[in-house]
Every structure is written in structure tokens, then in C-alpha cells.
């Protein structure tokens, strides 16, 4: 990681991940044995215009902000930021699904099958 990177990582994270989230994204990276951490994003997409994309880092490029939360560095590109920031991860399991649950205060509207949002 650059030092500007590394600079990045002790600055408050705009995106927070609850403990159950950062639990499992640990567990998940200590599973496939590699990972820097959970790049965050969204794209272009859908009947409400944006959709969340999440990946796990194997190598930092040089555009990504990087922060931390709850010991889980979260990479964001510079153009997804402003949607993003305020916004907490969850990780939630009910009956026989789990999954990821964005609470993102930029939301202004979801779609009714809950794929895309709109801020």
C-alpha cells in the first residue's frame, strides 16, 4: 500500500460495518486464505438507477479511499464515495437467508424487488 493509503486507514470511515458484518467478512477472508479487506461501490443499474457492487480486495490500486472499520479496511472509488458516505453494512441472517443489509441514509427511494436505489 502507498502512503497515502496508509495515511487514509487512520481517518474516520465515512461507511461503518456493524460487528456482525465485520465478523463476517473476517471469517470470509481468513476462508479463502488472501484478501486486503471489502471494496464498496455502486454502479449504474436497474429500475431505481443505482445498485450496490461489493468484492474482496486481493491488490490496492492507487484511486481507492481507504478506512477502516471494526479491524476490516474498506476500499471505495472516489465516484461512489458520495453515495456511500453515512452508510452502515450489516450482516443479518433470518430463517434460511443471509446477506448483506445496506443502511444508507442517501437513499431516497428502492425498487420493489430490491436489486436497485435511488438517492
Given at each position: ?11 474516520n ?16 477472508l481468513?476462508?479463502?486464505g ?5 471494496r ?24 481507492d ?6 479491524g ?21 441472517r ?24 435511488r438517492?
Amino acid at each position: 500500500m502507498t502512503e497515502q493509503a496508509e495515511l487514509s486507514l487512520s481517518l474516520n470511515a465515512p461507511i461503518r460495518l456493524t460487528e456482525a458484518a465485520a465478523a463476517h467478512v473476517l471469517k470470509f477472508l481468513a476462508k479463502r486464505g488472501k484478501g486486503l479487506g471489502l471494496r464498496l461501490g455502486v454502479r449504474t443499474t436497474g429500475c431505481s438507477g443505482m445498485a450496490y457492487k461489493l468484492e474482496y480486495v486481493d491488490t490496492f490500486n492507487g484511486e481507492d479511499k481507504v478506512f477502516t472499520s471494526q479491524g476490516v479496511s474498506l476500499f471505495v472509488d472516489p465516484k461512489s464515495l458520495p453515495y456511500l458516505q453515512g452508510m452502515e453494512l450489516d450482516f443479518a441472517r433470518e430463517g434460511l437467508n443471509e446477506g448483506f443489509k445496506f443502511n444508507n441514509p442517501n437513499e431516497k427511494d428502492r425498487c420493489g424487488c430490491g436489486e436497485s436505489f435511488r438517492v
